[in-house]
């Protein structure tokens, strides 16, 4: 005999205790972050993040459309909170040697850097590991072109116990693939001095559209005639845009102090 089916009852979850109320997680809202965020620097970017920043406790991948293009302008408005209380920023195998007069514009001295050079894809991984498990203080940033979902996994586990940020720069086209990583984060250039920002992969509701910030340096927007602040960026092909981002990245650094990769 067929049992008719029952109409679904909406649930009200205001009959709860408010005690356990306000504990509910909605799937359509914007997840919360249980662990320490870091504000971007964005007012914008930081209400799309869940917990208003970038989070600890767990990996976030920035996926990028072409290496040392994107990634600092996005991330040195938050430079001061990484580095506060004696922290550092650690650089895994970056695509180009950190240059100490760029990063000093940011705000980072010389022996705030750790460089560790690891060219093959399996001395990165053990590598970041290796930093994950110390717990260090600041921000780490490695460059994992080729690590695969079952390697992203084992570092998110280690990312857990580790009371930083931790980014994991890729390709752009990684997104074809699945990851264990709570939240990736994409960004391209934009008009003028902006970055286009998306968030693909993030605990809560979908973002369906992107999130453009004005990522012009602060000590380029002091000097930069009104004419200059709204430039449209040239393609990411052209050699000249990379100069653009040479306060960052570029030139060698004999300052910087760096680790070369030990035999385990």
């Known amino acids: 005999?067929?049992?008719p089916l029952r109409a679904p009852i909406a649930f009200d979850v205001?009959?709860?205790?408010?005690?356990?109320?306000?504990?509910?997680?909605?799937?359509?809202d914007l997840g919360s972050s249980i662990a320490r965020t870091v504000s971007s620097g964005f007012d914008a970017l930081d209400r799309e993040l869940p917990g208003g920043g970038w989070p600890t406790h767990g990996l976030t991948e920035l996926l990028l459309p072409q290496s040392a293009l994107c990634e600092w302008r996005l991330i040195s408005p938050a430079i001061p909170d990484f580095l506060a209380e004696g922290g550092r920023v650690y650089l895994v195998a970056p695509p180009k040697e950190p240059h100490a007069a760029g990063l000093a514009q940011l705000g980072?001295?010389?022996?705030?850097?750790?460089?560790?050079?690891?060219?093959?894809?399996?001395?990165?991984?053990?590598?970041?590991?290796?930093?994950?498990k110390s717990d260090p203080a600041g921000l780490v940033m490695a460059w994992l072109p080729q690590a695969r979902p079952e390697?992203?996994?084992?570092l998110q586990i280690h990312a857990q116990t580790c009371d930083c940020p931790v980014m994991l720069l890729r390709p752009i086209t990684a997104l074809n693939d699945t990851s264990p990583a709570p939240l990736r984060v994409?960004?391209?250039l934009a008009g003028g001095w902006g970055l286009e920002v998306r968030i693909p992969k993030r605990r809560g509701a979908s973002l369906d559209g992107p999130v453009v910030v004005n990522a012009t340096p602060t000590n380029l927007m002091q000097v930069l005639p009104p004419r200059l602040k709204n430039l449209q960026p040239l393609p990411a092909a052209v050699p000249r845009e990379e100069a653009a981002d040479?306060?960052?990245l570029g030139s060698t650094a004999p300052s910087i102090r760096h680790v070369q990769h030990v035999s385990h």
Do not use: N, Y
């Open 1 to 3: 005999m067929s049992v």
């Open 108 to 132: 980072v001295a010389p022996h705030q850097v750790v460089w560790i050079k690891a060219a093959k894809p399996v001395d990165r991984l053990w590598v970041t590991e290796q930093l994950l």
């Open 246 to 248: 040479a306060w960052a």
């Open 14 to 28: 205001g009959a709860l205790p408010r005690h356990v109320a306000d504990a509910v997680w909605r799937g359509s």
């Open 186 to 188: 994409s960004v391209a």
């Open 151 to 154: 390697q992203i996994r084992r």
